[in-house]
Structure formats: structure tokens, C-alpha cells
């Protein structure tokens, strides 16, 4: 079970911080990724934490912007997100997946767990 947290509405140029946790598993054996979905719009792979080394991987349209880190004491992956853009305005799932991590991101049929989204509404 993944829970995000974290979203809500902020102006453009804003900053939010989205959280994802797992009350049952301790994410550092998971590849933790995040999507988003726009109305109308191609869900899209954002970015993406290794289990395997730590390395991270972005997609084209966040690079330079977010900021995938994890904090294991806390059992917590967060996506920094800075400069947001009305173009960011989502919904955000965090997922996970132990066997293939980030390997195959952002090819989504290959991670196994999904939470529920939060929204990010960027507006002014």
C-alpha cells in the first residue's frame, strides 16, 4: 500500500513537496517512482528513485525542476517540486516495484504497486 500526500493548489512559479509512504513495506527495497495524469492528456512517467544504487531518473519535462529523494528513517520518497508551471497540473501516483525497480521506468505496466494520486492544482 502506497499513500501520497502533499498536493494542493499553489501559483505558478510555486513550489509544492508531494510525499509517499508505506505503512506495510519499507520502500528502500522498492524502485519508487512517480506518474501523472492530466485530463485529456497520456499518463506520464515525472521521475524515478533505484533501489539498487539510489540513482534517479526524470522525465524531459520536469528535468531541472523536480527533485526525487528518499529519507529511509522515515520510510518516505518525496518529489520536490520547484518553478511549477499551470502544464504540472495533475494527478500524481506514486509507485513501486521490488523485482524491476526504476529499470524499466517510465514504462508503467512494469511497476506493480499504485497509490491512489493526490491532486496538483497549479493556477494563479
Known amino acids: 500500500q502506497l499513500v501520497e500526500s502533499g498536493g494542493g493548489l499553489v501559483q505558478p512559479g510555486g513550489s509544492l513537496r508531494l510525499s509517499c509512504t508505506s505503512p506495510?513495506?519499507?520502500?528502500?527495497?522498492?524502485?519508487i517512482g512517480w506518474f501523472r495524469e492530466a485530463p485529456g492528456k497520456k499518463r506520464e512517467g515525472v521521475s524515478c528513485?533505484?533501489?539498487?544504487?539510489?540513482?534517479?531518473t526524470y522525465g524531459d519535462s520536469v528535468k531541472g525542476r523536480f527533485t526525487i529523494s528518499r529519507d529511509d528513517a522515515t520510510n518516505t520518497v518525496y518529489l520536490q517540486m520547484d518553478s511549477l508551471e499551470p502544464v504540472d497540473t495533475a494527478v500524481y501516483y506514486c509507485?513501486?516495484?521490488?523485482?524491476?525497480?526504476?529499470?524499466?521506468?517510465?514504462?508503467?505496466?512494469?511497476?506493480?504497486?499504485w497509490g491512489q494520486g493526490t491532486q496538483v492544482t497549479v493556477s494563479s
Open positions: 528513485i533505484s533501489n539498487q544504487d539510489g540513482s534517479t
Open positions: 509507485v513501486a516495484d521490488r523485482a524491476f525497480g526504476c529499470r524499466y521506468f517510465p514504462r508503467e505496466e512494469f511497476f506493480a504497486a
Open positions: 506495510e513495506s519499507r520502500l528502500n527495497y522498492y524502485g
